[in-house]
């Protein structure tokens, strides 16, 4: 999978567990999406449910863009 259709994947998920209707590019913020933790958890339950790769609510609070996000999935991620 490309990077590109990884974030694609990934902002799927970000749209489904925040009930986000606009885009979401690498350079969202996630002050955009909202910082609310039920829906960070949906978001990254959707990502091990999904990709198998764990990401902890902690990280994304601290993770201040969509691309952060990307990029730390990216690194764990094995097709």
Not at 13 to 34: C, R, S, V
Not at 39 to 44: D, G, P
């Amino acid at each position: 999978m490309t990077k590109q259709e990884l974030q694609d994947k990934l902002a799927g998920y970000a749209k489904t567990a925040y009930q986000y209707k606009g885009d979401i590019t690498a350079d969202t913020p996630f002050d955009e999406l909202g910082k609310e933790s039920m829906k960070m958890i949906a978001l990254t339950s959707l990502i091990e449910d999904e990709l198998d790769v764990e990401v902890t609510i902690h990280e994304v609070m601290k993770m201040k863009t969509f691309g952060e996000l990307v990029d730390r999935v990216e690194e764990e991620y094995e097709e």
